[in-house]
């Protein structure tokens, strides 16, 4: 099994940036890909941005330039780097992944806190 655990999350003013990381455990051999997704009070989870193992990205409208997803494959920790956050950008980030063979992420991390302030 593979365990995903999530950091870097915190209060910050409209404007700022913010790094969060997700390390991975277990069997991380397995894991083809991994994704940042947040969910807001009373919505639907939204996809982030993925990574692939090969490296290859994938990011959503609303942050597309305002976002980047990197991996270090020795840490097993996949960071997301937020920058120009909106309040719109508030939510809980969720860290993903999916093994190989695997078309939906089916594992998850805990979450960690994103608020923006006005």
């Known amino acids: 099994q593979v365990q995903l655990v999530e950091s870097g999350g915190g209060l910050v003013q409209a404007g700022a940036s913010l790094r969060l990381s997700c390390v991975a455990s277990g069997r991380t051999a397995l894991i083809s890909a991994t994704g940042w997704y947040r969910q807001a009070p009373g919505k639907q989870r939204d996809l982030v941005a993925t990574?692939?193992?090969?490296?290859?990205?994938n990011y959503s409208d609303s942050v597309k330039g305002r976002a980047t997803i990197s991996r270090d494959n020795a840490k097993n920790t996949v960071y997301l780097q937020m920058n120009s956050l909106k309040p719109e950008d508030t939510a809980v980030y969720l860290c993903a992944a999916r093994y190989y063979g695997v078309a939906t992420y089916h594992l998850w991390g805990q979450g960690t806190q994103v608020t923006v302030s006005s």
């Open positions: 990574i692939t193992s090969g490296g290859r990205t």
